[in-house]
């Protein structure tokens, strides 16, 4: 009943407004953190010699996002009640981990069963192994989105135009879902409201709490919108290929390398483009560039042909390589230049 008031005013009108209370409400959550600072004594960030930063910095991102997100899917999306409480454990469980640590297992095992329940409570009508295969790519969403929240902005921005295409895709599409619409909205509303604070230099980073949960929601919501026929099953790949593909090379790489890909490093692409000189805010701003080109792609191909929308998702994974491709370059010779610095 909330979801078809609001709606009434008009679904786009909606959405904005539903962004903006969002950003609002967030902001203010993390300013007050900030002010009293209870910031820093839920969880801080110490830097080491794998960080981007030089210094410590609260991790208490998802204190923002998370609230306004769960109470936004529970008010304009009740339907989707189970990913609003597996956003919430999730949170509390990663909240524990950025405080005091938890075993590689523990966050496994509660990544598993918000994906698995997720799957479980809204089958879908197909096979067992494609359903195996959806819950992969949900669970492998969840901890890329982890692994890519190590530089100013990146994955705040990656929230907000993320989310965004799926609350434009939500209305356009032939089927919308009103719905999934103003709660994506909320969700990159609340990023607007975080990136107030943490693009570059970050006076607050997501933090395991607000990564894990968000990573979860990209993939519940694409899901969710795949479900219902709002999108194609590429659609949310589509959205979030810049993380996706940056993750996914440079898990390959570690893994035939013999490495552990779960611990800390700064071997992906956005990494050595901070490290090479293009720095916290340029890299950024370059990635938002990606994400957007990506996301029209994605939107535009919603209502072509089958060989067309496959066609243009092989496309762009291959520029994206290409893209990555260029960063390596770059990174050879950037390393090529500090050794002959240091020999001199």
């Not at 006076?203 to 395991?208: A, E, P």
Request: with cysteine; charged share 10%; net charge positive.
């Amino acid at each position: 009943m909330a979801t078809q008031a609001f709606m009434a005013i008009s679904p786009q009108l909606s959405a904005i407004l539903a962004a903006l209370g969002a950003a609002c409400v967030c902001a203010l959550i993390l300013s007050m953190l900030l002010k009293t600072g209870l910031a820093w004594r839920l969880a801080t960030d110490i830097p080491n010699d794998r960080s981007l930063h030089a210094r410590p910095t609260p991790r208490v991102g998802g204190w923002g996002i998370v609230p306004v997100s769960v109470l936004a899917i529970l008010i304009a999306a009740p339907s989707l009640w189970f990913a609003a409480a597996a956003t919430a454990f999730l949170a509390a469980i990663s909240q524990i981990d950025d405080r005091r640590g938890l075993p590689a297992r523990v966050r496994f095992a509660a990544h598993l069963i918000a994906v698995v329940g997720l799957v479980v409570l809204y089958p879908a009508a197909v096979s067992w192994w494609m359903l195996a295969a959806l819950s992969f790519l949900m669970l492998w969403l969840v901890n890329l989105y982890n692994f890519m929240d190590g530089a100013d902005g990146l994955a705040g921005g990656m929230t907000l135009f993320g989310f965004s295409g799926y609350a434009a895709a939500a209305l356009i599409s032939a089927h919308p879902l009103p719905e999934l619409a103003l709660a994506s909205a909320a969700v990159a509303g609340a990023a607007i409201g975080f990136l107030l604070f943490n693009f570059h230099p970050a006076r607050i980073f997501l933090g395991d709490a607000g990564s894990i949960s968000t990573g979860f929601l990209a993939g519940a919501f694409g899901y969710w919108g795949w479900l219902h026929g709002v999108w194609p099953i590429w659609f949310p790949v589509l959205v979030f290929s810049p993380f996706i593909t940056d993750a996914s090379i440079t898990l390959t790489r570690r893994l035939l390398r013999g490495k552990k890909f779960w611990q800390a490093h700064r071997e992906h692409y956005y990494q050595r483009m901070v490290r090479s000189g293009i720095g916290h805010a340029g890299t950024a701003c370059v990635w938002y560039l990606v994400m957007v080109v990506g996301i029209m792609l994605a939107v535009y191909a919603l209502d072509r042909p089958s060989i067309v929308q496959w066609s243009l998702v092989a496309t762009w994974i291959v520029a994206l390589c290409l893209m990555g491709a260029a960063v390596d370059f770059r990174w050879r010779r950037f390393q090529s230049t500090q050794s002959e610095h240091s020999e001199v």
